[in-house]
């Protein structure tokens, strides 16, 4: 069952590239793009929906943690397997991107030292995410 499961992954993600690539293609977009967009969107889905079902319980370092662990995984775990595995290239808009990633982390620490993250700094955290992916389309 393990031996199946894993196959569907690596197909799914097989699937996913390809897909991504032919968007790009199609739209006349970059792959960078897509993968800010499209794909980030698509796997994030499940930490969304983890994220609210936890906070609507109560359960809030559950919900905080499910997205900073998420994050922290994608960033330092895969990036590091993938790039040991085979060397990736990072080109200018993926620096750009990290940039914005560490002030937004900066700004996400400043909202959580009041204990709270609300309605006001969570649609400020969506409106930030939404300039950042019009600035993505943009350059």
């Known amino acids: 069952l393990i031996l199946i499961g894993l196959v569907c992954i690596i197909a799914g993600g097989q699937f996913v590239v ?22 980030a969107i698509g796997t994030s889905l499940p ?13 809030n370092g559950l919900a905080v943690g499910n997205v900073v662990g998420s994050n ?6 895969i990036l590091g397997v993938s790039g040991t ?25 400043i909202f959580a030292r009041t204990k709270n993250i609300g309605r006001i700094e969570g649609a400020v955290m969506v409106l930030i995410y939404a300039a950042d992916v019009v600035f993505a389309i943009l350059r």
């Open 47 to 59: 930490e969304l929906v983890t994220s609210i079902v936890a906070s609507r319980k109560g359960e």
């Open 85 to 109: 595995i085979h060397p990736i290239t990072v080109n200018l808009a993926s620096v750009t991107d990290l940039a914005v990633l560490v002030v937004v982390s900066i700004i996400t620490m």
């Open 18 to 39: 390809n897909s991504a690539k032919a968007i790009a293609a199609a739209f006349g977009m970059s792959e960078t793009l897509i993968g800010l967009t499209i794909v």
């Open 72 to 77: 922290l995984f994608n960033l330092l775990f």
